[in-house]
């Protein structure tokens, strides 16, 4: 890679352009989207559109938000195409448009609206743990369940900030570079956050998840029954578990391998599957932005 490309955030990060020529066809296709070809823009939902799920339900925790969170900020960048001047690749100018939306977001989360801290949410896991580990109907996809809800959950007790940091450094696995023109901080600024976040997280998973840490209590398995009962995991309907992947995407289980086979911190909170929004939402999205509705696209 050259440096000149890493210096302008151009480092192939997102799997979108890491080319000169993927970069021109990039280019040529905002292009005709903003001259108001249709076909152009739902072939960038499309491109955008899993990719940004996955920010925003890392960020608002719930799916429901998340695809309403989808939603806004896709309307944000198809509006704001003609702005686009390809200072970085297409994802990583949306995910500055995303960020922006999302941390500065009115509705929060429980855990912020409880104010929630990492030691708080420590607690909870002790509190109801099981001696033994659950093997009741769905064992295997309930726990599987559980590790999801519970790593997005911890990383709600992060500030916003911190949050954004290390999801797009240690989940998403950016350089430092773009993450950094994302956030629009220096990146000693970003690298600065990004080691508090994880030193907190760090702290936390070793002395409470026996997944980061065999010595630590907690076990997905063992903390099912407790909560099934409180309502936080459906076990008709498991928000995570079940999740629609994208075509060729990383899938539960193979998440969980990798995690299991990393073990530390930040595979921990990497391991979830590579989430595909709800296709009829994002069917109704294109519709909408397809319609000529907007003034870009009329």
Not at 70 to 78: D, N
Not at 108 to 115: G, W, Y
Not at 150 to 157: D, F, K, R, V
Request: with cysteine; proline share 4%; net charge neutral.
């Amino acid at each position: 890679m050259r440096s000149a490309d890493v210096a302008a955030g151009n480092d192939p990060v997102d799997g979108i352009a890491t080319t000169e020529d993927a970069r021109r066809a990039e280019a040529e296709l905002v292009a005709r989207a903003v001259d108001g070809d249709r076909d152009a823009v739902a072939e960038i939902i499309r491109l955008l559109r899993d990719p940004i799920y996955r920010l925003a339900l890392r960020m608002v925790w719930r799916p429901a938000e998340a695809e309403d969170a989808t939603q806004e900020i896709l309307i944000r960048v198809i509006t704001r195409l003609a702005t686009f001047r390809g200072e970085a690749k297409l994802l990583t100018w949306a995910y500055r448009i995303g960020v922006n939306y999302l941390i500065n977001l009115r509705t929060r989360t429980p855990q912020e609206q409880q104010q929630l801290s990492l030691d708080e949410f420590g607690a909870g896991l002790v509190d109801g743990l099981a001696a033994e580990d659950y093997r009741g109907p769905q064992a295997a996809l309930l726990s599987s369940e559980v590790r999801l809800s519970c790593s997005q959950g911890m990383l709600q007790c992060l500030t916003r900030e911190e949050r954004v940091a290390f999801v797009l450094g240690h989940v998403f696995e950016l350089s430092s570079t773009d993450a950094a023109w994302i956030l629009d901080i220096t990146p000693a600024a970003y690298r600065k956050r990004l080691e508090r976040a994880k030193k907190r997280l760090g702290a936390f998973l070793g002395s409470s998840c026996g997944i980061a840490d065999p010595r630590a209590a907690c076990r997905c398995s063992r903390r099912v029954e407790h909560a099934v009962r409180l309502g936080r995991i459906d076990t008709a309907a498991p928000q995570f578990a079940t999740h629609p992947v994208s075509p060729g995407g990383r899938t539960v289980l193979e998440a969980e391998e990798q995690m299991i086979r990393l073990h530390d911190v930040a595979a921990v909170l990497r391991g979830h599957p590579d989430y595909a929004a709800p296709q009829a939402k994002m069917d109704a999205i294109t519709g909408l932005l397809t319609s000529g509705r907007f003034p870009l696209l009329e």
